[in-house]
């Protein structure tokens, strides 16, 4: 197809500017295609799908028409027995007949709520009268993760409590780590204090196309000017921000003195009213800039390990922008990055 | 030594005898009033036996006395006399499943009248152990006049018995060979809120029966309050429900607590919670409900660490804590734990210790863990769902009904007053929460009770009277499935061979080859393996010698099959006289495997009923390949077929993508295989998985891999090539095939 329009646009004498950006785009398009290699779980779960979604009634009358002509045989006894597709199974006084069970939408929800849609599972599934009878199995319906009730339909966008409670799990369990796996974590850290710098100016490219201004995940302790004006100084943790200012590419005598002296200034004494007020004036600018929050999640970012850095980074960027790193790919939804994806982790892209 | 029942007198006649005056003197059957019945109970004769009392059931009388449903036996013997069928509802504590079976025996005078109670139960295990408590109240020993009978197990005196607890698939069973179940005077199905599948049917089946025999009792015991469902149902003139016996539970009651937001991570904040309640609240101990295995013991890893943490800290105002895990995989000796008491506290005037027990939702009802105080509610549980459409049985994670919470906080109550803290919303309690949990029959493969009901004589299985209806595909799967087993003709008549598979307590697929396995020249190896099959896990791999484990399993594995395999394991654990430690030390279920024995002999005497030889071959080379055929016979609508470059398997005919499971020991992936399950957990997996050749598809299962109705596919296309091959190949294969349809066609006749 791309061969071809190539060719067509050759043959047609010079092209125009349009005509090669129309050409470099689709190039492109070429490309993303190619990323996008299905993986296992992807054909898994197509098939599912496509399983689920025809009843058998609508199958038996497909291979009716299609094959040998004859009909179902379980289909055949049912009918025999008073059963009409559509119906429900149950004494003839209670059975309730729907127009077209064909027509039941998706009995199956992966990775959504079942009870996010209860009207209508209620309307395909129950027959609509008072019977309480099925007109249609019943859907399989994965939870996602480990989130509690109320938070199934929220899975796209975690709340900051949210990856704060994360990152504290992540600091955990690094404390778990036992002496070969520590071995094993030194060189994968180094590993991905690689890969951890194109991933952030991924982010913070993307964020500022989405009119952004500040990103926790933008942060890099190894390059404390990238900090915004006045944020380290509003860590309050003076271990950390030492080991920030240590990384500080600026080493020489005059920088060094400068954190230096920051370090050991002598804050102003709060005996006057003046200084009081003065004080509490910068303690509400600092805040209508950085909210406490922002400051909370920093503090715990920057002490995370640069793998799991790397791995909220990641996540981030595929939930946000359905942007995957290791595709290098920027998809259309959600459903483009799930669907065409290979998964979340490298490994998946081998 | 025991008294032959035939002998012994009628009771009614024997106050002639002298010395002893006959306790039931005077009763007519169901015209007994509650004051006689106490009168004959508070007595020094045991009516039954004709023994004196002993000193041990004057005392368990006394503590049955202070049961609510002893409080009330005038009630109950007012409305049992006056109606056909009752629906009870007692809550759990109440002590209906002990009393009213008794209190039924004294009015219906079974054993003068040849005649039997039933109390149905939907889990074997209850059906034991009420049995057993039974038995001991009345002063009689277990399975003579008090029995239960569970499947591979029968613990009755058939003459003697005349009240018989049995799980409700036991029952159904029966009726497939006395419709009428005419042996029975009064038929109780206990526990009706769990609307197990054999439950829902029995409903169906007594519904119908109750208008052709009048003399037939019926109680429906529940332990929720939404009875109005089964009055509704039971009523058996229209817009006349059944008549209601409520007897209130003993519970205290419990304070609920809800979050004030949704919570992010719902295994950390229930470790959360329960290390607060050990820090925070009154003594009392803790149950917490997760989902799956993997998951408590985590969490009671977890929760131990943190709770030995605070105990260094504070060992002044914090007790010791026990967590102790609950799932039905873990060994029996494992689940007694539970009811070991909580820990001592450590000096003697220090704090009590706490009991923390991390369950699966079978100690939502199956189990009653006395002390328990505090309820954690997480709010989910695993499901199993069979899907008709791909025919899948999946066991997946979800959220569990109100129902289902409302039974959880109960457990909270059972000693003295006590909180339940569910981890969600209130607010979401109300709107994310189904009022109820599926009724089983919708969550089920129904090709067994299909069969069931179709030999008991039900025809038209469309229009039976459902408490609730399962999907119509479901239905027609089971038909499809026994249609081409030929357990059912095509007009849904029950064949010879369907008959015979029905009265085997085994699903379709594994009948039919046990049935057929003779023509192969293996029906004693087919007879291991269905008896394997039938019977728990036997490989242990316990989580700190999990290398080991699977180096063991590794030995016994045989790399063409899993079916083979398990072939293997039980005539290595039969070479080794039934060894325990050579169990023990090939990480073996000792239990499971003894379990497999006791079901392989009965099997055996079924098959001796129906003539159906016990043979081997002679020609140890062709053995294996004997039994591969012989499966395939069954299970020719479970094959996969390897297709795609990453040796994915496809589902033949549903064009499911699946795995081989994890626990699979096959050392290659074969074109073809026939497989035992196909569940979806974390993923789809095909599980029990032996390969097989094309040829034998084709051979032994024509009508199902008829390639005029086969979807185009790679599936169809390499079965054409087969079918070419053997179409051009030697002629005596094609006589090899007409002579053993011969065979086959005299083994029917």
Redesign the interface.
């Known amino acids: 197809m791309f061969l071809f329009a190539t060719a067509a646009a050759t043959s047609s004498g010079p092209k125009t500017y349009s005509e090669r950006r129309k050409e470099a785009e689709k190039l492109a398009a070429l490309r993303n295609a190619q990323h996008r290699k299905k993986s296992r779980r992807q054909l898994e779960l197509e098939s599912r799908e496509e399983g689920l979604r025809k009843s058998l009634f609508e199958r038996a009358k497909e291979e009716e028409e299609a094959g040998s002509g004859q009909q179902n045989k379980a289909l055949a006894m049912m009918m025999k027995m008073g059963f009409k597709p559509g119906q429900t199974l149950g004494p003839s006084d209670e059975v309730a007949t729907k127009p077209d069970t064909s027509a039941a939408g998706p009995s199956y929800v992966l990775g959504k709520r079942r009870l996010s849609e209860p009207q209508e599972d209620e309307a395909n599934g129950m027959a609509t009268i008072a019977s309480r009878h099925r007109a249609v199995p019943l859907p399989l319906s994965e939870w996602a993760g480990k989130k509690g009730i109320g938070l199934g339909k929220r899975a796209a966008s975690p709340s900051a409590t949210e990856r704060l409670a994360k990152m504290a799990k992540m600091a955990e369990d690094r404390d778990h780590l036992d002496f070969r796996d520590r071995a094993r974590q030194e060189y994968e850290e180094r590993r991905a204090e690689g890969q951890l710098g194109p991933a952030q100016r991924t982010c913070v490219t993307l964020d500022e196309k989405d009119g952004r201004e500040f990103n926790v995940l933008w942060l890099n302790p190894n390059n404390p000017d990238g900090f915004p004006e006045g944020f380290l100084d509003a860590l309050n943790d003076p271990v950390l921000v030492a080991s920030i200012h240590r990384n500080r590419v600026d080493t020489s005598l005059e920088g060094r003195l400068r954190a230096r002296m920051q370090a050991d200034a002598l804050q102003p004494l709060t005996s006057t009213l003046d200084d009081v007020e003065s004080r509490k004036d910068k303690v509400t600018l600092a805040k209508t800039t950085y909210s406490e929050e922002d400051i909370k999640e920093a503090t715990q970012f920057l002490r995370l390990g640069p793998k799991d850095r790397l791995t909220l980074v990641l996540e981030y960027l595929r939930r946000r922008y359905a942007y995957c790193f290791w595709c290098g790919t920027e998809y259309n939804d959600q459903e483009d990055l799930e669907n065409n994806c290979p998964g979340p982790d490298e490994e998946d892209h081998d | 030594m025991a008294k032959n029942p035939y002998t012994s007198a009628p009771p009614l006649s024997s106050s002639s005898n002298g010395s002893i005056k006959e306790p039931f003197f005077g009763f007519i059957p169901r015209k007994v009033a509650a004051k006689d019945a106490r009168r004959v109970m508070d007595g020094d004769v045991n009516p039954f036996t004709k023994q004196p009392f002993s000193p041990q059931y004057k005392k368990i009388l006394e503590v049955r006395k202070k049961l609510p449903v002893y409080t009330r036996m005038d009630e109950f013997y007012t409305m049992f006399n006056e109606h056909q069928i009752i629906v009870m509802v007692g809550e759990t504590g109440s002590g209906k499943t002990t009393q009213i079976p008794q209190f039924v025996c004294y009015s219906d005078l079974p054993h003068t009248r040849g005649k039997l109670v039933a109390c149905t139960q939907p889990r074997r295990v209850a059906a034991m152990s009420v049995a057993k408590r039974v038995a001991d109240e009345m002063d009689v020993p277990l399975g003579r006049q008090v029995g239960y009978s569970i499947r591979f197990e029968d613990m009755t005196e058939p003459g003697t018995t005349f009240l018989k607890y049995m799980t409700d698939g036991m029952l159904l069973r029966e009726a497939m060979n006395d419709p009428d179940l005419s042996r029975y005077s009064t038929i109780i199905l206990d526990e009706a809120h769990e609307r197990t599948l054999a439950t829902d049917i029995l409903m169906g089946l007594v519904k119908a029966l109750a208008r052709r025999r009048l003399d037939l009792k019926i109680i429906v015991m529940s332990a929720t309050l939404d009875a109005l469902k089964f009055q509704k149902y039971f009523g058996l003139k229209k817009d006349v429900p059944a008549p209601l016996f409520k007897v209130p539970g003993r519970t205290h009651p419990v304070e609920v607590f809800y979050?004030q937001?949704?919570?992010?991570?719902?295994?950390?904040?229930a470790i959360r919670t329960v290390l607060m309640i050990h820090r925070a609240e009154e003594p009392g101990d803790i149950l917490l409900f997760l989902t799956g295995e993997e998951e408590i013991e985590d969490a009671c890893r977890k929760i131990k660490l943190e709770a030995d943490d605070l105990l260094n800290q504070d060992p002044d105002s914090v007790g010791p804590l026990v967590c102790i895990p609950l799932y039905s995989s873990l060994p029996p000796q494992q689940q007694q734990r539970i009811f070991d008491p909580a820990p001592a506290p450590r000096t003697p005037e220090g704090t009590p210790g706490r009991k923390v027990v991390v369950s699966t939702n079978i100690a939502e009802t199956s189990l009653t863990i006395d002390g328990i105080v505090y309820v954690v509610d997480?709010?989910?549980s695993k499901q199993k769902?069979?899907?008709?459409?791909?025919r899948?049985e999946?066991l997946?994670?979800?959220?569990i009904s109100k129902a289902s919470a409302q039974q959880r906080a109960g457990r909270a109550g059972r000693t003295r007053p006590g909180k339940c803290f569910r981890?969600?919303?209130e607010?979401?309690?109300m709107t994310?929460?189904?009022e109820q949990t599926?009724p089983e029959i919708?969550?089920s493969n129904l090709a067994n009770t299909v069969l069931e009901l179709v030999k008991l004589g039900i025809?038209?299985?469309?229009?039976?009277?459902?408490v609730?209806?399962?999907?119509?595909?479901?239905?027609?799967?089971a038909?499809?499935l026994l249609?081409y087993l030929a357990a059912?003709d095509?007009?849904?008549n029950l064949t010879p061979l369907g008959a015979i598979m029905a009265e085997f307590p085994l699903d379709p697929q594994m009948a039919k080859m046990l049935i057929v396995s003779p023509e192969f020249k293996c029906s004693n190896e087919i007879l291991t393996i269905v008896a394997m099959l039938s019977v728990p896990n036997v490989w242990l791999r316990p989580a700190n010698m999990r290398k080991e484990a699977d180096a063991a399993k590794q030995m016994l594995t045989v790399p063409d099959g899993d079916h083979l395999t398990l072939l293997n394991v039980y005539n290595h654990y039969a070479q080794n006289m039934h060894d325990r430690n050579w169990a023990w030390n090939n990480f073996l279920s000792q239990r499971a495997l003894a379990q497999a024995d006791n079901v392989r002999s009965q099997l055996q005497r079924t098959m001796e009923r129906f003539d159906i030889d016990l043979v081997s071959t002679q020609d140890e080379r062709k053995l294996y390949t004997y039994i591969r055929q012989a499966l395939v016979c069954g299970y020719f609508m479970q094959v996969a077929h390897k297709e795609?470059e990453?040796n994915?398997y496809?589902t033949v005919k549903?064009?499911?993508?699946?795995?081989l499971h994890p626990s699979c020991g096959l050392d290659s992936t074969p074109d073809w295989v026939i497989f035992n399950e196909f569940v979806?957990t974390t993923?789809?997996y095909i599980r029990t998985v032996t390969a097989v050749k094309p040829e034998w598809l084709l051979e032994y299962a024509a009508n199902y891999f008829d390639l005029?109705?086969l979807?185009n596919g790679e599936t169809k296309r390499a079965l054409q090539t087969v079918a070419k091959k053997r179409a051009g190949g030697s002629r005596s294969q094609s006589n090899e095939v007409d002579e053993r349809k011969a065979k086959k066609r005299k083994t029917k006749a």
Not at chain 2, 385 to 390: A, D, L, T
Not at chain 2, 468 to 477: F, G, I, S, W
């Open positions: 979050t937001e949704p919570e992010p991570d719902y295994v950390e904040a997480p709010g989910f769902v069979y899907n008709p459409r791909i899948v999946s997946l994670v979800s959220p981890l969600y919303t607010k979401d309690f994310e929460l189904e599926h919708l969550r025809k038209d299985l469309v229009r039976f009277d459902y609730d209806a399962p999907a119509p595909e479901t239905l027609m799967r038909l499809e249609n059912l095509d007009d849904g795609g990453k994915a496809l549903d064009n499911q993508v699946v795995a979806l993923r789809p005029s109705t979807p």
